[in-house]
Nanobody
Framework: QVQLAESGGGSVQAGGSLRLSCEYT?????MGWFRQTPGKGRERVAT????????QYIESVRGRFTISRDNAKKTLYLQMNNLKPEDTGMYYC?????????????????WGLGTQVTVSS
């Protein structure tokens, strides 16, 4: 069983930045961030798989968000810059066994409780 705990959410104005952190108890093949925004279901924000050379981002955040990991600290990060009101939502850290590309929520069986991000215009 993998446990995940997110932190770092908050309220910022458009154009601001936040860094989300997720402490995990064990590394898995797939790791990433998802969000649930008003009016939408849960969507993938940024994910990667162990051994992969590319981090995967949804188009709307590419160039603004960066996913990274510190294995020594067992912490996953999501640096979010130039935030927009449409980025508002609950952000979830996720981990899973895959296999293959970690591009859908079905590849992730472990989820944190989420951290709220609110961006005002």
């Amino acid at each position: 069983q993998v446990q995940l705990a997110e932190s770092g959410g908050g309220s910022v104005q458009a154009g601001g930045s936040l860094r989300l952190s997720c402490e995990y108890t064990a590394s898995t093949y797939c790791m990433g961030w998802f969000r649930q925004t008003p009016g939408k279901g849960r969507e993938r924000v940024a994910t990667f798989h162990v051994g992969g050379s590319l981090n995967q981002y949804i188009e709307s955040v590419r160039g603004r968000f960066t996913i990274s990991r510190d294995n020594a600290k067992k912490t996953l990060y999501l640096q979010m810059n130039n935030l927009k009101p449409e980025d508002t939502g609950m952000y979830y850290c996720a981990a899973g066994s895959g296999p293959g590309l970690c591009s859908t929520s079905e590849k992730f069986e472990y989820w944190g409780l989420g951290t709220q991000v609110t961006v005002s215009s």
